[in-house]
């Protein structure tokens, strides 16, 4: 036994490593996913997703080449595209434009156009008190050796520069927002201590995603030449954050996960961001792959654990749900959690654990097949066997009965006549018990034909009486028929006596001695019913529906009696086979009332 347990123990594993292999290479392939589209997912987010709320105090002016008139630079835009910040300098157009934007009292201005040491500055002292106001922040760069290049505006210690470089990805992407190596901070952080007077607090050494809150045009825009024709009145610049850029040089062009922005819009969103902490969390590939392997157990539970339609209505259910929680999570907490990578290992879990499950199941087929197979053949050469034996056994048995007979006639002594007559009844039985076994082959072997012709119920019922008269007679039984007229139906006789005949000798059997059995037949509605009701020890109401088994019996403390317990179960097929029912009732009264119900219609086989 100790054996036997080792060896299904090793079965198991054995199992289980086939069913864990898959496990891993299915999780392989979804960490696999995460991995070579881990931004490609991040970016899809953002494209999904409706437009986001915004701080409503964050403008954009677009203050383009050709909306400065005669003070403004030199060239038109056309001729200038290419061309560095610095060339659109024009001191008389940049002091009225920001003489204007700061009568309309804003809370701070952002100039994203860097203006270096080399641009062409001719400043007054009138031009110095406007273009250097404290809340006007300047664009600071930092230069490929880290070094900060802060703009000819810069006061001291640079405190009115903010740092406007991105570092894309290597796909050229820009999706975060990093701590510069140098002293200035990010212009985003300028613009937000301008508007909270206080330092804007951020980590050390941080590296953030920019949570983009929209695509380009999210943030209101205005132009500068509708400020200087007085389409904007001051009234709508109170109290805003004004970033001032281009959306036409391409110097200013930046690539988001949405698409390209200016660099002015990008500034807004990452002031957004500073200003309300709404930058995007990510945890690290190690994290997701735990989330992606936790996904993984719910997916084959619910694969090993229903059938295959109910287990893809759960997975799809399933990843329905992850795609939500990633969604809600991203939008509502700010946490990226991946989809598509599950998605994936869901539908290749299923297919890997599915094919599995298939090339299983069909081995178990072929196996049960011919388990099935074996079985039939075993259960074909028992039946021939118990055929030839019993057919064998008929010609002894007759021999036996037919000297046993004439033993009797001729017979004197009485001690020996009693003992030839227990031979005889004994062979009686014995030839009954041959019978219903020849019965019962025909039976399962689907031989049995029913010959249907016209007969009367109530003669077969007298042909049984009749025969089982000496049985009841030797124990004082009175047979008591009440067979009601009735019409001929269409049925095979030769079955139905046998009925007939098995329900009367079992009443009498089963009946003691000075008991009364009664045969009744009646016409109920568009049926017949015989009925034979004795007042025998009955049977237990739990036992009544078992009766009708292939070889179930109850035994009779009361009169011993033994049959072979095919007797009714062939009762019920020929009744079944006329397109009949049977009954069995026992009350508290004893007795038992058994019988059966045969149709007026001709609905029996053939």
Request: aromatic letters at 10%; glycine letters at 8%.
């Amino acid at each position: 036994s100790v054996m036997r347990l080792i060896l299904d123990h090793l079965r198991g594993l054995w199992r289980a490593r086939a069913y864990a292999l898959r496990g891993i290479f299915c999780w392989l392939v979804g960490v696999g996913y995460l991995l070579t589209d881990y931004n490609g997912d991040f970016d899809l987010r953002f494209n999904l997703r409706p437009q986001q709320p915004i701080d409503p105090e964050i403008i954009v002016l677009y203050a383009e080449p050709e909306d400065w008139g005669a003070a403004g630079p030199r060239s038109n835009r056309q001729e200038a595209l290419d061309q560095t910040d610095g060339y659109f300098w024009s001191t008389e157009g940049w002091n009225r434009m920001l003489k204007s934007l700061l009568a309309a009292q804003p809370k701070a201005i952002g100039v994203s156009y860097f203006f270096g040491a080399g641009s062409d500055f001719a400043l007054g002292q009138q031009h110095l008190e406007t273009l250097q106001d404290p809340r006007v922040i300047w664009a600071a760069r930092v230069d490929s050796e880290g070094r900060a290049l802060l703009p000819a505006l810069a006061r001291p210690y640079g405190l009115n520069t903010g740092v406007v470089d991105f570092r894309p990805g290597i796909d050229g992407v820009v999706r975060r927002l990093s701590s510069p190596l140098v002293h200035i901070p990010i212009f985003g952080q300028r613009l937000a201590e301008r508007t909270r007077s206080r330092e804007s607090s951020l980590p050390y050494g941080y590296s953030l995603h920019v949570n983009f809150r929209g695509p380009k045009g999210t943030f209101p825009t205005i132009r500068y030449r509708d400020l200087i024709e007085g389409k904007i009145t001051a009234a709508h610049l109170k109290g805003k954050i004004v970033i001032v850029g281009s959306q036409s040089l391409a110097n200013h062009q930046v690539l988001t996960p949405l698409g390209f922005m200016s660099r002015a819009e990008v500034l807004a969103n990452t002031t957004d961001n500073i200003l309300h902490s709404r930058w995007i969390r990510r945890f690290t590939v190690e994290v997701y792959a735990l989330y992606l392997f936790a996904a993984l157990l719910v997916v084959i539970w619910i694969i090993l654990s229903y059938p295959q339609s109910v287990s893809t209505i759960f997975l799809g259910a399933f990843a329905i749900a992850l795609a939500a929680v990633s969604v809600w999570w991203f939008d509502a907490f700010y946490f990226w959690i991946p989809i598509s990578a599950p998605i994936i290992m869901i539908a290749v879990t299923f297919i890997v654990f599915l094919s599995f499950q298939l090339s299983v199941n069909e081995q178990k087929s072929w196996r049960l097949e011919q388990e099935s197979r074996n079985m039939r053949e075993l259960e074909q050469l028992k039946a021939n066997f118990i055929s030839l034996i019993s057919h064998d056994l008929k010609t002894p048995i007759a021999k036996i009965q037919g000297i046993t007979d004439r033993l009797l006639v001729s017979m004197q002594d009485a001690e020996q006549s009693q003992d030839l007559r227990a031979l005889k009844q004994s062979s009686e039985e014995l030839h009954k018990y041959i019978h219903s076994i020849l019965q019962l082959s025909r039976v399962e072997a689907r031989e049995l034909k029913i010959n249907k012709q016209a007969a009367d119920i109530n003669v077969l019922a007298e042909k049984a009486i009749a025969q089982i008269a000496p049985l009841a007679r030797a124990k004082e039984i009175e047979l008591a028929p009440d067979l009601e007229p009735l019409f001929s139906l269409e049925i095979d006789p030769v079955l139905i006596g046998e009925v007939i005949l098995n329900l009367v000798d079992n009443a009498v059997k089963y009946t003691p001695a000075g008991g009364r059995v009664q045969v009744i037949s009646r016409e109920e509605g568009d049926e017949i019913t015989v009925q034979v009701i004795d007042n025998g020890p009955g049977i237990p109401k739990d036992q009544l529906q078992r009766i009708w088994d292939k070889f179930y019996r109850v035994e009779s403390q009361e009169t011993g009696a033994k049959g072979s317990g095919l007797g009714l179960y062939l009762v019920r097929y020929f009744i079944e086979l006329h397109g009949g029912r049977v009954f069995a009732e026992s009350g508290e009264t004893p007795g038992l009332k058994i019988g059966f119900y045969l149709p007026l219609e001709d609905v029996g086989g053939v």
